[in-house]
């Protein structure tokens, strides 16, 4: 009997709700898995004791990513990690979207600003700047050329407390055709969804989304699988990978391109497509041995 730990975190404020982690819990174990939900950063958690340590809804962990990934390798040298912790520090760090680019997968433009150095924000079109490690459109915002100094401060703000930023342009293609997310699981498509703009005008950036609004289920174009399966083919240690979902919008052209890469603790969203809790009992028995 396998022993399966899902890996979340502690309520808080600004932690969401995981709505799938109970459901698969309870599926794991009528699958005859011995199931838990633990909290990463529990000192009392034996992560040898488990065949498996599946990371679900670690929620916080963009504003620890130091201290995450730093239990990520801890984690891994004692027990199966999915993802594993190679997967986790490159993804953690949203300039892996330059890597992908590189790699010529098509991407939305990206620029990055650490601390200390100065972003170029552009004048002639709408833009967004949220941080390199950010989850859940937390410290994002959409600004226009004219909201130049609103954008300055919150760059001096992310920049005080150590984080990375990036500056994009605002793709308007979200406003229209939305945001679509297709979730892997074991090596396979697993679901897709579309939700509709998170970032609208005049929003703070330290104001709190609805990080999923309108979510309704999507079913792929075969440009949106492949270049899907474009970027997971590019990423590092690939061959390491239970799950992944990838973000995708259409640029400029109409066509597909990567918005985000979520490899370390995606929403499976199983509560909108609950025949996937099936597929993903079997793939993490699969992974537990």
């Given at each position: 009997m396998p022993r399966i730990a899902l890996v979340t975190c502690r309520p808080g404020p600004q932690v969401s709700t995981d709505r799938d982690l109970p459901v698969l819990v309870r599926a794991l174990e009528e699958a005859g898995a011995r199931a838990s939900a633990e909290v990463w950063d529990d000192p009392e958690v034996d992560w040898a004791g488990f065949d498996l340590a599946?990371?679900?809804?670690?929620?916080?962990?963009s504003w620890r990513a130091a201290e995450f990934t730093a239990w990520a390798e801890r984690c891994g040298k004692v027990t199966r990690l999915a993802n594993p912790a190679e997967v986790v520090r490159w993804n953690t760090d949203k300039r892996?979207?330059?890597?992908?680019?590189?790699?010529?997968v098509p991407t939305v433009p990206t620029r990055y600003a650490a601390p200390g150095e100065s972003a170029v924000l552009p004048d002639g079109h709408e833009y967004v700047i949220k941080p390199a490690s950010g989850a859940g459109a937390r410290f994002a915002a959409r600004y226009t050329p004219g909201e130049h100094a609103t954008a300055v401060r919150q760059l001096e703000r992310m920049h005080a407390e150590g984080l990375t930023a990036m500056v994009q342009p605002?793709?308007?293609?979200?406003?229209?055709?939305?945001?679509?997310?297709?979730?892997?699981?074991?090596?396979?498509?697993?679901h897709a969804s579309r939700k509709g703009a998170v970032l609208t005008p005049?929003?703070?950036?330290?104001e709190r989304k609805v990080a999923h609004p309108g979510l309704e289920p999507?079913?792929?174009?075969?440009?949106?699988?492949?270049?899907?399966?474009?970027?997971?083919?590019?990423v590092p240690h690939a061959a390491g990978l239970l799950y992944a979902r990838v973000d995708l919008v259409d640029g400029e052209d109409g066509r597909p391109q990567v918005m985000e890469l979520e490899l370390v603790e995606p929403n499976l969203f199983l509560f909108l497509h609950p025949g996937s809790v099936p597929l993903v009992v079997e793939a993490v028995l699969a992974a537990a041995g």
């Open positions: 599946l990371i679900r809804s670690t929620w916080d962990y892996y979207l330059g890597d992908l680019a590189a790699a010529g605002y793709v308007r293609g979200v406003d229209t055709a939305g945001e679509r997310a297709l979730q892997f699981f074991g090596g396979r498509l697993l005049g929003t703070p950036y330290d999507w079913t792929p174009a075969p440009a949106e699988r492949a270049v899907a399966e474009r970027a997971l083919a590019a």
